[in-house]
């Protein structure tokens, strides 16, 4: 299937909405022995296990289960450039974490982006997108093979290289660079089934960088409202978070789903010819939309799915969702969620 490209006005906000959305709508929840309970049942991360040896002595599943916790415990300022078919960009993305809790910063160093700073609830703006709930080393084995590539030097700091590496043709492969010292990431690749690149996201200075070797309290994911809204997803893909963005002053609705390593957008919304977007495949840079249309008793809406995951996978979950209908079995409006419910 060929991808054509949008363009335009029209898409400037979807494209906006879904940078800003797979950015800041990740709340990271690191598993497994790194867990402690208190008696009142709160549950925390034990970030003093990140002292012990470095990840050039482990496996690529355990080094991979470092790097989900020193993304939380470790305080860091990098300097991340992002390339794909889109072009290059350059942020700035600041984390602290202390007994209070986390706090980020991610601000553009070129093009027009709104800096984002908020005190964490248990949630991660990562621009390279490993923070997920309820995520684990384990748990994401169930999908992909941590494979030991080599070492390597990223920002003039020691790195091993780790492959993630898909067991099914529904998400893309990731090659990682991992910090020896923090295990921090410092580089990864997204590969499709044909073996391109399709982005690379590059952390080219690395500062300010300093354990916290505290208790960091886990709080619940974002809450999700009514049902998953879609009738298939890829298996290890479940509801992640939502938000909305106005699309020629329309409201569309949007839930993230992904597995821990990959996602996708889903967008529902009237179909209004002045925010209409064209039915089928197109290239948004490094990801890809689906859009559909459909008529709902009368009512036409438009769905537009956006990820980094192969094309048939875009397809399948546009193809499952159905815009809510009201009692009467009349399309949603007024402001409630036109997804299923």
Not at 25 to 41: E, I, L, N, T
Not at 65 to 87: H, I, K, P
Not at 258 to 278: H, I, R, T
Request: glycine share 10%; charged share 20%; aromatic share 8%.
């Amino acid at each position: 299937m060929m991808a054509g490209r949008i363009s335009g006005a029209r898409c400037g906000a979807l494209v906006a909405g879904t940078f800003f959305f797979l950015l800041f709508s990740f709340p990271f929840q690191a598993r497994g022995d790194v867990q402690v309970r208190s008696p009142s049942g709160q549950v925390f991360l034990d970030c003093s296990s990140l002292k012990d040896a470095y990840l050039d002595r482990r496996s690529g599943q355990e080094s991979f289960a470092r790097t989900l916790l020193a993304v939380r415990c470790f305080n860091y300022r990098m300097l991340v450039v992002r390339a794909s078919a889109a072009g290059m960009k350059a942020f700035e993305l600041e984390h602290g974490v202390d007994e209070e809790g986390e706090r980020a910063a991610v601000k553009a160093l070129d093009g027009e982006m709104r800096p984002g700073l908020r005190r964490l609830e248990g949630g991660l703006p990562s621009i390279l997108q490993l923070s997920a709930p309820d995520v684990s080393a384990a748990a994401l084995a169930e999908h992909y093979r941590f494979e030991f590539i080599g070492r390597a030097r990223i920002a003039d700091r020691p790195v091993v290289v780790i492959d993630a590496v898909p067991m099914d043709e529904l998400r893309y492969a990731q090659r990682f660079w991992l910090d020896s010292h923090s295990g921090l990431p410092l580089k990864r690749l997204t590969i499709d089934l044909a073996g391109r690149v399709v982005e690379t996201l590059q952390v080219v200075r690395l500062e300010q960088l300093e354990g916290f070797d505290g208790r960091l309290a886990v709080n619940s994911a974002m809450p999700i409202d009514g049902d998953a809204g879609v009738s298939w997803l890829p298996a290890g893909f479940i509801a992640r978070g939502q938000a909305a963005v106005e699309l020629a002053g329309e409201r569309m609705e949007s839930r993230l789903y992904g597995d821990g390593l990959s996602s996708l957008s889903v967008f529902v919304g009237p179909w209004l010819e002045s925010a209409a977007l064209p039915a089928g495949l197109h290239a948004l840079g490094a990801s890809k939309a689906m859009v559909r249309h459909l008529g709902v008793k009368g009512s036409g809406y438009q769905v537009v799915v956006v990820g980094e995951v192969p094309d048939p996978v875009l397809a399948q979950v546009a193809e499952g969702v159905v815009p809510a209908q009201a009692d009467d079995g009349r399309p949603v409006q007024g402001g409630r969620s036109n997804f299923p419910p």
